[in-house]
């Protein structure tokens, strides 16, 4: 058992790097303590005890942190990109250096498995390098002769950084979420203001750590924690400020609506990765083998929480009992639910017990539509813990098909044709990622590019990389984060013409 002056109680962890904790905003290069000391508490989701209590800032230090970046603004865009490069490999390995502890602030902010926690950390350093790579080599530009009748003219294009980017992450990616954000705007040389999910606050204070320990300027990455109530005044601030010029933010369909309307009155940059409802669809030709294990990677890993897994399991009617049959005895003997700190758990507790409250809500709601249960119902009013859950004969018309569950629980349906498949995958306003198994090459390119997503999984239910265009259409967003499109995000293009 660990305990330190920043935990409310003991926890079953003893930190190496007891420098990775603290409870205070990080602001131009330093750790502040509010005049105030107004602090929100964050839970532990396997007892729903407080675990810590951090710093609440309001939109009035938000603001004083804008400021501060804009003026770093000005002399960081001029770094070579080599420097910047440089500065992100630093920071990569100071992520490597603190791998446990930073995990382990994961498991117990987050209820991750601590296994899952450190394959987080891993994604964080690749996320880290690969951008340290791209910024090296810069967005490019392009030269194009004017077409004009006689024109001694060439245009040049440039891309360069759009200034003060503020960024809003997720509680389910504490990590990857958030460097997916920030990496690519520092890479490029924008200069960032985080608002962390209240949920994982730890989790971004140690990340903000390790870039303390990077060697970068003062007021390039500030990060201050709030409680929830005051996301709404802050995400007004980001949205209104003449001094930001870019608003990325991940989460629900409903906010970031909210949120591009207001920076749409603004004429700010945003990008957006919101809600998924990905449909996993499995045709009679698919090997099985293969798709169950995908499935179980794409449904139980992160408990459910993560917007692109399979949210609509969609099996060609002729091999339901086939498939079904092997799920289930997948499920039965691969997914152990437990505390996230032991080695044979391969699922921990949702992140709350309001995730169970939803899943119990669309579970209702399905069985009384003639959905059928086939796992046992053994969850526990009041816990986080929510069993792996397997139900047929699920259809449209239930709110399990509609919304998205984020939870370990598998809906199937069935469909009788390839059209008929690619019909209901598509009857959703969201449009994330999608799933296709099939032995068939031709189906298997007709399907995926029919799917109305942004990310396709072919024979494959693990689609997350930093190197790929990581994105939605449709409800589910705007923009990319990840791969070489992410810097474009962050730039402005600029064309000069050069008479000859």
Request: glycine letters at 8%; proline letters at 5%.
């Given at each position: 058992?660990?305990?330190?002056?920043?935990?409310?109680?003991?926890?079953p962890?003893?930190?190496?790097?007891?420098?990775?904790?603290?409870?205070?905003?990080?602001?131009?290069?330093?750790?502040?303590?509010?005049?105030?000391?107004?602090?929100?508490?964050?839970?532990?989701?396997?007892?729903?005890?407080?675990?810590?209590?951090?710093?609440?800032?309001?939109?009035?230090?938000?603001?004083?942190?804008?400021?501060?970046?804009?003026?770093?603004?000005?002399?960081?865009?001029?770094?070579?990109?080599?420097?910047?490069?440089?500065?992100?490999?630093?920071?990569?390995?100071?992520?490597?250096?603190?791998?446990?502890?930073l995990?382990?602030?994961?498991?117990?902010?987050?209820?991750?498995?601590?296994?899952?926690?450190?394959?987080?950390?891993?994604?964080?350093?690749?996320?880290?390098?690969?951008?340290?790579?791209?910024?090296?080599?810069?967005?490019?530009?392009?030269?194009?002769?004017?077409?004009?009748?006689?024109?001694?003219?060439?245009?040049?294009?440039?891309?360069?950084?759009?200034?003060?980017?503020?960024?809003?992450t997720?509680?389910?990616?504490?990590?990857?979420?958030?460097?997916?954000?920030?990496?690519?705007?520092?890479?490029?040389g924008?200069?960032?203001?985080?608002?962390?999910?209240?949920?994982?606050?730890?989790?971004?204070?140690?990340?903000?750590?390790?870039?303390d320990?990077?060697?970068?300027?003062?007021?390039?990455?500030?990060?201050?924690?709030?409680?929830?109530?005051?996301?709404?005044?802050?995400?007004?601030?980001?949205?209104?400020?003449?001094?930001?010029?870019?608003?990325?933010?991940?989460?629900?369909?409903?906010?970031?609506?909210?949120?591009?309307?207001?920076?749409?009155?603004?004429?700010?940059?945003?990008?957006?990765?919101?809600?998924?409802?990905?449909?996993?669809?499995?045709?009679?030709?698919?090997?099985?083998?293969?798709?169950?294990?995908?499935?179980l990677?794409?449904?139980?890993?992160s408990?459910?929480?993560?917007?692109?897994?399979?949210?609509?399991?969609?099996?060609?009617?002729?091999?339901?009992?086939?498939?079904?049959?092997?799920?289930?005895?997948?499920?039965?003997?691969?997914?152990?639910?437990?505390?996230?700190?032991?080695?044979?758990?391969?699922?921990?507790p949702?992140?709350?017990?309001?995730?169970?409250?939803?899943?119990?809500?669309?579970?209702?709601?399905?069985?009384?539509?003639?959905?059928?249960?086939?796992?046992?119902?053994?969850?526990?009013?009041?816990?986080?813990?929510?069993?792996?859950?397997?139900?047929?004969?699920?259809r449209?018309?239930?709110?399990?098909?509609?919304?998205?569950?984020?939870?370990?629980?598998?809906?199937?349906?069935?469909?009788?044709?390839?059209?008929?498949?690619?019909?209901?995958?598509?009857?959703?306003?969201?449009?994330?990622?999608?799933?296709?198994?099939?032995?068939?090459?031709?189906?298997?390119?007709?399907?995926?590019?029919?799917?109305?997503?942004?990310?396709?999984?072919?024979?494959?239910?693990?689609?997350?990389?930093?190197?790929?265009?990581?994105?939605?259409?449709?409800?589910?967003?705007?923009?990319?984060?990840?791969?070489?499109?992410?810097?474009?995000?962050?730039?402005?293009?600029?064309?000069?013409?050069l008479?000859?």
């Amino acid at each position: 058992m660990g305990s330190s002056s920043i935990f409310c109680k003991e926890v079953p962890y003893s930190f190496s790097d007891h420098g990775l904790l603290d409870d205070r905003p990080f602001v131009d290069g330093k750790w502040l303590r509010l005049p105030d000391r107004k602090t929100f508490p964050v839970e532990d989701p396997s007892d729903q005890q407080n675990l810590a209590h951090v710093s609440d800032c309001d939109a009035s230090e938000y603001d004083k942190a804008i400021v501060i970046a804009h003026k770093a603004f000005a002399s960081y865009k001029n770094l070579a990109p080599r420097t910047r490069g440089d500065l992100l490999r630093r920071w990569s390995q100071q992520v490597s250096n603190s791998r446990n502890d930073l995990a382990a602030v994961c498991t117990l902010e987050l209820g991750k498995t601590f296994k899952e926690s450190l394959g987080a950390v891993d994604y964080a350093v690749r996320c880290l390098t690969w951008f340290a790579n791209l910024a090296e080599e810069g967005c490019g530009g392009e030269t194009i002769p004017n077409s004009n009748p006689g024109g001694k003219t060439r245009i040049f294009t440039i891309r360069q950084p759009v200034g003060v980017v503020c960024a809003i992450t997720p509680w389910n990616s504490p990590y990857s979420g958030v460097l997916k954000k920030i990496a690519p705007a520092l890479a490029v040389g924008c200069t960032v203001v985080h608002k962390p999910a209240p949920e994982t606050s730890l989790c971004a204070i140690a990340l903000a750590k390790t870039f303390d320990r990077a060697g970068f300027a003062p007021g390039v990455y500030n990060m201050l924690t709030c409680a929830p109530e005051k996301a709404a005044a802050i995400g007004d601030l980001f949205c209104s400020h003449h001094l930001v010029r870019h608003v990325t933010f991940t989460g629900s369909t409903a906010v970031g609506r909210y949120l591009a309307q207001r920076c749409g009155a603004n004429l700010k940059k945003m990008t957006m990765e919101l809600g998924g409802n990905a449909p996993f669809l499995v045709f009679a030709d698919a090997d099985l083998d293969v798709a169950v294990k995908s499935l179980l990677a794409c449904k139980f890993t992160s408990a459910g929480q993560v917007c692109i897994y399979a949210n609509r399991v969609l099996v060609e009617e002729q091999i339901q009992d086939q498939f079904v049959s092997k799920l289930l005895e997948a499920i039965t003997q691969n997914i152990r639910l437990g505390s996230p700190w032991d080695d044979k758990s391969t699922l921990g507790p949702l992140y709350s017990v309001k995730g169970a409250g939803k899943i119990q809500r669309l579970l209702k709601d399905a069985l009384n539509k003639g959905a059928r249960l086939l796992t046992p119902d053994t969850y526990k009013d009041g816990s986080a813990f929510y069993p792996p859950t397997l139900l047929v004969d699920t259809r449209s018309e239930m709110q399990i098909t509609q919304e998205e569950i984020f939870g370990p629980v598998v809906g199937v349906s069935t469909f009788k044709t390839e059209d008929e498949a690619i019909q209901l995958a598509n009857d959703v306003n969201s449009g994330l990622a999608g799933y296709v198994f099939t032995e068939n090459v031709s189906r298997l390119f007709r399907v995926a590019e029919a799917l109305q997503v942004g990310m396709v999984g072919a024979r494959t239910g693990s689609i997350s990389a930093v190197e790929q265009p990581f994105g939605g259409i449709k409800d589910s967003g705007l923009g990319r984060e990840g791969s070489r499109h992410a810097l474009e995000e962050y730039t402005d293009l600029k064309a000069i013409t050069l008479a000859l």
